[in-house]
């Protein structure tokens, strides 16, 4: 039991410490904010102006993209704390994320503690958690990924709960929480989709309430609306328009440069976006579509080699970019950081290493934990479907920022697995004494 409350007061030493180092970081180096910073920071201004998601200044000509491009979660909760495009408190926003932060790492505990009870090392949470400075970058940067990682993080946390105890109302504040992360970003709303094939084949045996289908009403109905606002501001039902954006940008992107090679890809997607530029956005939307579709048909196994790529760095890639983009600023093309001595850079580049490393390790923790047979089939099933959903939706896009939000989980998992590996271990020295 000591063992026990040293670990926990050395875990939130080290966490709490981190977190102040970073932010000292960022009050220093003032790189706030990335390109897509400027979206959720025009939409808090024109929502404390007129109600309007609009993510751009409404006085340079209205681009209807930009009317759904971001939901309003993230520009809402910017607008609460008074925070616009002059930066005004944004202090407050970098303390406010960071407590977020520390919130989401005790919800953390408390899900391994689902599994393990009290009597568990929390240093083992410290391996991912150092090895993963995305966390605490993001916590000092104008961007939305640690409030949808706590709402992520609460959806599964209250699943897990209704695993357990078999209390209605954890799903009711599962599917709540699942609304609020779509509201937060887009990458969430094909989620319940999943989620509901899911319950139904997990709970299959158990006779589902009908109550319990009832509560996917509630991202459902979120879905509804978003797809109604987007109608009738740009003429198309759709959740955002981001997504469109990301998939020539980056999916059709990817797969042409492994057809051809880099310097034809960028060729062939600016002149189609040239060629449809001037068309009305209706007509736009739906040639860019078409050539999306076009793209991945016509290649598909440069499509799936991209997709899989993507997954593979989705769990061990480096976090490079998080770490320039904080330290030197967002200049849409990556400066290459130079530390300042040789032995700075080769400890710099081997942390980089060792990131992908663990990133790696943990990966394999995940498997080991979702092919484990003593635990709830259900839950396994519930944790695997939202941390592959998470891998494939993000695409060949993908990067140690979208690991963020499933990276409770996945450092959660490592846990599990790392103290029952050692309780083995511990039990296996005893026997052989």
């Not at 080290?14 to 960022?26: E, T």
């Not at 944004?90 to 899900?111: D, E, G």
């Not at 499933?406 to 029952?420: D, S």
Request: proline share 4%; with cysteine; glycine share 4%.
């Amino acid at each position: 039991m000591k063992m026990i409350r040293s670990s926990k007061f050395w875990f939130w030493s080290i966490v709490v410490l981190i977190h102040v180092v970073f932010f000292s970081i960022a009050i220093q180096k003032k790189n706030f904010t990335t390109k897509d910073s400027l979206d959720y920071l025009w939409q808090s201004q024109n929502l404390k102006a007129n109600g309007s998601w609009y993510c751009g200044d409404m006085n340079q000509g209205i681009i209807p993209a930009l009317y759904n491009q971001r939901p309003p979660a993230y520009g809402a909760f910017l607008s609460l704390l008074n925070v616009d495009t002059a930066l005004n408190n944004i202090y407050l926003l970098l303390l406010v994320q960071l407590a977020l932060s520390l919130l989401t790492i005790f919800l953390s505990v408390q899900f391994v503690k689902l599994f393990l009870g009290e009597e568990w090392n929390r240093l083992w949470l410290l391996i991912p958690l150092v090895f993963f400075p995305s966390q605490f970058v993001y916590c000092n940067m104008v961007m939305s990924e640690i409030l949808f990682q706590l709402f992520v993080l609460l959806s599964i946390y209250f699943i897990a709960r209704l695993i357990k105890y078999s209390q209605m109302k954890d799903l009711w504040w599962s599917q709540w929480c699942v609304a609020i992360s779509m509201a937060v970003k887009p990458v969430m709303w094909l989620f319940p989709f999943v989620a509901i094939v899911s319950f139904l084949i997990h709970f299959f045996n158990k006779k589902v309430k009908l109550i319990a289908l009832i509560t996917f009403i509630i991202p459902f109905t979120t879905i509804g609306l978003f797809m109604g606002y987007s109608h009738a501001k740009t003429g198309i039902w759709e959740f955002s328009s981001i997504q469109r954006k990301l998939m020539i940008n980056y999916n059709s992107y990817a797969i042409l440069k492994d057809v051809f090679n880099e310097e034809e890809a960028v060729k062939t997607i600016s002149e189609f976006q040239n060629s449809v530029d001037t068309l009305p956005y209706v007509e736009k939307c739906k040639r860019i579509d078409e050539f999306n579709k076009e793209v991945v048909m016509h290649h598909p196994m440069s499509a799936i080699k991209a997709e899989l790529s993507g997954m593979f760095r989705f769990f061990v890639g480096h976090p490079r970019w998080d770490l320039e983009v904080f330290s030197i600023g967002n200049l849409n093309v990556i400066q290459p950081f130079r530390p300042d001595s040789r032995i700075a850079s080769i400890a710099y580049y081997a942390y980089l290493l060792a990131c992908s490393f663990i990133g790696l390790i943990i990966l394999l923790a995940f498997l080991k934990f979702i092919f484990s047979p003593h635990i709830s089939y259900s839950l396994r099933g519930c944790i695997a479907s939202i941390v592959i959903y998470f891998a494939i939706v993000t695409g060949p896009s993908a990067s140690t920022r979208f690991r963020l939000p499933v990276f409770p989980v996945l450092m959660a998992t490592f846990c599990i697995v790392a103290h029952e590996i050692s309780i083995k271990r511990k039990s296996a020295a005893t026997y052989a004494e």
